[in-house]
């Protein structure tokens, strides 16, 4: 929940996710919501999701969203649950009358869905605008309620009768997919969607896998996705054999075997360290790359000592990066510790093989009479590897950042930029200030 300008007044957005919704895609001012939301009523839920669990006490009473409800359920007695409905995936409709659509709880008890969703939205209504109302001496001046885009037309005029059934008042409500809500940045803020053709190539490229997704759009929505390769699974071999997979999987057997003569041994020995630690990394997130890790004094000196990157231990606290517009959370029941490593210190020499990947998708787009490439994860947030692709590719190839790269994913709601321009980072504090 952000003070977001509309024109030249600031306006309060409130919005709500369902489904496995994860708007700090798409809405990344929406993330706020559950902060300020939450914490006013002193409920937890998990920051880095949007709702995907809907949970009512028997007086339909709204108690909690996300995996943090699941969580609550689990917890409970089996004389206590039956209190409870409790549903985890809305899309298994049981059954489908014209305009009602049943769903059941874990308990296999029958609802009518529409109701459900009113009754969410109303106890959601009511919480915002106590919030708004106290905190910020202000009305909320539009709802949005954010659904998966593979929901049908027929589920969405549901979710949109049981808002306006809720109070949310019509013509300050918008229920829109995750494609939409991108656009939605783009409109309110000083972004120009970018005109899609037919189809669109996606490059996205993880630590441990690429994945290679040609998309097909209509005006803002993605249709289909038509084909998707994905390299990944490296199994338990060693780390070196890790390392020869994962650079394989990035850049293909023969590219890397060209590079691999020519690979400093030091660097080596540091990608392997760290990819044999990762297996155990409690979370990534990137500025150009801030990690998260267990709590290991060997590895904190280690890294220390080989980077000169001071380490800091975190306990239940926020953490905020010198350099970063964002603020992170983490959350752990055991210590864990967090360094700065630009991505540079252990990727610049990548550079190379990442031209030559981009070369060949590039020559398989051309086949495929494809115009935009978008390359988005852990690479493309190293601004060393951006500004080397972006010299070379800048009339051809999209670079999104995306603000999580735990959860990369492109899911058409990150179809957000500038004409002819390499897009940038969308961040918190911007919106914020708008």
């Known amino acids: 929940m952000d003070l977001f300008g509309f024109g030249n007044k600031p306006h309060v957005v409130a919005a709500i996710g369902l489904g496995d919704s994860r708007f700090r895609y798409g809405y990344v001012y929406l993330t706020t919501i559950a902060d300020l939301a939450t914490s006013f009523r002193g409920i937890h839920v998990q920051e880095d999701r949007g709702p995907s669990i809907v949970l009512l006490t028997s007086n339909r009473k709204f108690h909690s969203l996300g995996r943090d409800a699941e969580t609550f359920y689990r917890s409970l007695a089996d004389e206590v649950k039956k209190h409870y409905f409790f549903i985890k995936d809305i899309n298994e409709i049981t059954e489908h009358h014209e305009h009602t659509f049943i769903v059941k709880d874990t308990e296999g008890r029958q609802h009518d869905l529409e109701k459900i969703f009113r009754d969410v939205f109303v106890n959601f209504r009511e919480l915002i605008d106590d919030c708004v109302r106290i905190k910020y001496k202000s009305h909320v001046g ?197 360094f700065n490593l630009h991505i540079m210190d252990i990727l610049f020499m990548f550079v190379p093989v990442i031209k030559e990947l981009i070369y060949e998708t590039l020559r398989k787009a051309e086949a495929e009479a494809i115009s935009k490439l978008w390359l988005v994860g852990d690479f493309a947030q190293s601004r060393y590897v951006r500004e080397a692709l972006e010299v070379e590719f800048s009339s051809r190839i999209y670079i999104f950042y995306p603000l999580d790269c735990e959860n990369a994913k492109l899911k058409g709601s990150l179809i957000m930029g500038k004409e002819d321009a390499i897009c940038r980072v969308v961040n918190r504090n911007e919106l914020n200030a708008a």
């Open 142 to 338: 539009r709802w949005v309620v954010n659904t998966p885009g593979n929901w049908s037309a027929s589920l969405r005029m549901i979710v949109t009768s049981a808002a306006e059934n809720a109070g949310m008042i019509l013509m300050r409500l918008r229920v829109v997919t995750d494609t939409e809500a991108a656009f939605a940045i783009c409109r309110y803020g000083d972004y120009k969607p970018i005109v899609l053709g037919s189809k669109v190539l996606l490059v996205q490229l993880y630590e441990l896998k690429t994945n290679i997704s040609i998309l097909e759009y209509e005006e803002e929505t993605l249709i289909a996705e038509l084909n998707t390769e994905t390299v990944s699974s490296l199994g338990e071999a060693t780390v070196s054999e890790t390392l020869t997979a994962f650079m394989k999987s990035l850049i293909g057997a023969e590219i890397w075997e060209k590079f691999e003569c020519d690979f400093p041994s030091e660097h080596r020995s540091f990608i392997e360290s760290f990819i044999e630690k990762s297996r155990t990394f409690s979370r990534v997130i990137s500025k150009d790359t801030t990690i998260y890790m267990p709590l290991d004094k060997t590895l904190q000196s280690y890294i220390t000592d080989q980077t000169g990157h001071s380490i800091k231990t975190l306990i239940h606290e926020k953490y905020k990066a010198d350099e970063s517009p964002v603020e992170y959370s983490y959350q752990t029941e055991s210590e864990g510790i967090v």
